[in-house]
């Protein structure tokens, strides 16, 4: 009985649904509806029955048909040919029921097919591997592609085709009769359809230049990349720094239709040029006298435009107020209103080999950067009294970190001095900010935060919130390049040229 029981799932695969409704009412066997919606569903209603009727169904089942095997494998290496709605249309020719949700999933979609019987599974092996085109073809289709007709028939004549009557065909005609042709034919078609290679030259490879040819490229070279060639200048119009070469050299009175250069809103500080709104340099107390090509063809065009970087174009911001251009890093925080970058102030020596600096050299000895990061507004929020400026001093520890990278002989309390805080310069600035910038209107002084900070010195939060590095080997990492270092001491004894980022009044 046992038997039976494990005999009848692997006989019924061998049959149709219908086909197997059909031969258990020959035994007058009726299931309930329930019972015949999958083979699933009919085996265990099989096994439900007794002993003795079960075996008469295993007799009739095996003598009415032999179980064919699966010859072949549909695996997912041989549906990854056909695309969604190729599958799609070869299941529904069949009539093979397969769920639509399948198709998304070709993995899914092999193992599905393996629960069909083997005479459906061996008929859609035949009927999916004729479409399946070998490397040959799939090559062969992509030079066909690419060239044009005549280019495919000249192909086809050179390898002994008869293309009389193809001129007027179209391309994939041609292209289905082609991979019908013999492999060797194919083969033979694809190296005519190749695509011409660089020629070869014939002259000796790489040649010594002559003297007079080596000059001009050295002389090329320098010019290219010259002191004059990287010079910048900055455009008059938009106020750009920028290379000269993307500049023209103009003067201002000869800058075309300058009444587009008029500022369309008047400002009591606008310096106007010839009636033009252009940059105007604090220095020099001049006009520069280039103009971007970018703007000189807006200018200049047959439909002249105004630039739209232009100073005129509602571009201009003036000059930054005294009150505000003194200020160091730390005082611009404490006249913030917002908070949304932490700074990493990092310090070391100019000189790399460097093992003390006398106090009256801490100011031209000692070079830096500073880095920012995005800062978590929700952990310093507890250090703002909302209305009120400036912030609690110790909002300074938590924006600002000091580190320095040398030797711990270096008078470290020294350093800090260029993030000192001037308790009036705070002051003034808030009071030239509270009742001209719109972002600080109704705020408020708070005297006993202004009173928290020093007079003249380096807030507590920052002098005792500074670190020290004994790895000199990360400034190699961080200097290491092509560029030499231009701060080292010439001959003389003198240093050369800085970029220092500190100075005594400012701290950028």
């Not at 005999?7 to 509806?33: G, M, N, P, Q, V």
């Not at 008047?266 to 970018?294: F, R």
């Amino acid at each position: 009985m046992e038997n039976d029981r494990s005999r009848i799932e692997s006989l019924l695969k061998a049959y149709t649904k219908r086909e197997i409704i059909s031969i258990l009412k020959e035994h007058d066997i009726h299931l309930r509806a329930t019972d015949i919606r999958s083979k699933a569903e009919i085996c265990k209603a099989l096994h439900r029955l007794p002993a003795e009727i079960l075996s008469v169904i295993v007799v009739s089942l095996t003598s009415n048909r032999t179980i064919p095997e699966r010859t072949h494998e549909i695996n997912l290496e041989l549906l990854q040919h056909f695309s969604k709605d190729e599958l799609m249309a070869i299941t529904a020719s069949e009539s093979i029921p397969v769920p639509v949700t399948l198709f998304k999933n070709k993995t899914k979609l092999a193992k599905y097919f393996t629960s069909l019987t083997p005479a459906v599974y061996n008929q859609l092996y035949q009927r999916l591997q004729p479409h399946v085109q070998n490397p040959v073809h799939v090559q062969l289709g992509h030079k066909i592609a690419s060239c044009t007709t005549s280019e495919i028939l000249s192909a086809m004549r050179d390898v002994g085709m008869d293309i009389g009557g193809f001129e007027a065909a179209s391309k994939d005609w041609i292209a289905e009769l082609i991979t019908q042709q013999p492999p060797p034919v194919m083969s033979k078609l694809m190296l005519r359809l190749e695509p011409p290679r660089v020629p070869v030259l014939d002259r000796p490879f790489l040649n010594v230049p002559d003297e007079q040819s080596r000059r001009e490229l050295v002389n090329d070279f320098i010019a290219a990349t010259g002191n004059a060639a990287v010079r910048q200048v900055i455009c008059c119009i938009c106020a750009r720094q920028l290379f000269s070469s993307e500049a023209e050299s103009i003067y201002p009175a000869s800058i075309p239709n300058a009444g587009l250069l008029k500022p369309l809103k008047s400002h009591p500080a606008h310096i106007l040029t010839v009636g033009m709104l252009l940059y105007y340099d604090p220095l020099t107390k001049k006009v520069p006298g280039y103009a971007c090509k970018t703007c000189f063809q807006h200018l200049s065009a047959p439909t002249p435009k105004r630039p739209p970087l232009s100073l005129a174009n509602n571009m201009w911001l003036g000059e930054v107020p005294f009150q505000l251009r003194i200020l160091s890093l730390c005082e611009r925080i404490l006249v913030s209103r917002f908070f949304a970058a932490a700074y990493i102030v990092k310090l070391f020596p100019k000189s790399r080999g460097a093992r003390g600096l006398p106090n009256e050299m801490l100011t031209s000895a000692v070079r830096g950067n500073v880095s920012s990061y995005f800062l978590n507004t929700e952990d310093i929020i507890g250090m703002i009294d909302p209305g009120y400026l400036p912030p609690r001093p110790a909002i300074l520890a938590a924006t600002i970190g000091v580190t320095f990278i040398g030797p711990n002989n270096i008078p470290l309390k020294q350093l800090p001095a260029y993030l000192r805080v001037q308790r009036n310069r705070v002051r003034d600035a808030l009071c030239w900010l509270i009742p001209r910038n719109p972002l600080y209107e109704g705020q408020k002084i708070s005297e006993s935060n202004l009173n928290a900070l020093p007079e003249d010195d380096v807030p507590y939060e920052v002098s005792h919130n500074m670190k020290w590095v004994d790895d000199v080997g990360v400034l190699d990492k961080e200097n290491g390049g092509y560029v030499p270092n231009q701060d080292q001491t010439d001959e003389n004894g003198e240093e050369g040229p800085s970029n220092d980022i500190f100075r005594s009044n400012d701290c950028e």
